[in-house]
Structures are given as structure tokens and as C-alpha cells.
């Protein structure tokens, strides 16, 4: 990863005033993007997740949100779109070292509680 990568980290963590949980996942996402030259798919996964953040407040108040008619159709979204980000790490990672696709499926695609 080269400086302009690290400093944009820095730089959303300074932006949104919180530190990045997942900084070095971050790291080799973006790397596994710039070898495959394809940044559109973390754009599409950085917005599906910011999405889903939404969504998750939307569940958290939707009893009280007069403007959230279906809790139904928002959990349908959400997991619809748990299922996106999913396939798209999937995609970002599949030409990456069997060491990266175990540490991902054991992360982030198992059904585990860690996961």
C-alpha cells in the first residue's frame, strides 16, 4: 500500500471523528483492488455498508418512526444487502492468497458469532 492509501485511511478516520475497527482489512482490501485495478468494487462496498448502517438505525427506531411503515421490508433490504457486501468481498479476494480466503471466510462469511 503506498502513503496516499494510508493517508486516506487517516484522513475518514480524522473526517468521521472515529477509528476504522477493521484499519488493517482495510488495508488489504485496498491492495487486492489496485492489483485486480478495479477501486468501483470498494466504492460499491464502501456505500452498500454505509447503507446498511442505515438501515440497522432504521431498525433500531422503527417502532417509533412514524415514517418506517414495513420492519419487514427493511430487514428484507438488510439482508439482502448483508449478502452484497458478502459477495463482494468474496469478489475483491478471489484471486488472493489461500492465507487472506481463510482469514476472510473465518471473519466474515462464517456463521459464526465472531462473524
Known sequence: MNKYDIKTLNDAEQFS???L???DDLVLLLN???SINNFTIF???C???KYINGLLRV???GNTNPEV???DHVKKDLSDNMEKVISLLKE???NSSEEIKINYEKKYFSLSPEA
Open 69 to 71: 411503515k414495513s420492519l
Open 43 to 45: 466504492d460499491d462496498l
Open 21 to 23: 475497527k477493521e484499519k
Open 17 to 19: 471523528d472515529s477509528l
Open 59 to 61: 431498525l433500531k427506531t
Open 47 to 49: 456505500f452498500t455498508g
Open 32 to 34: 487486492e483492488c489496485s
Open 92 to 94: 475483491i479476494t478471489l
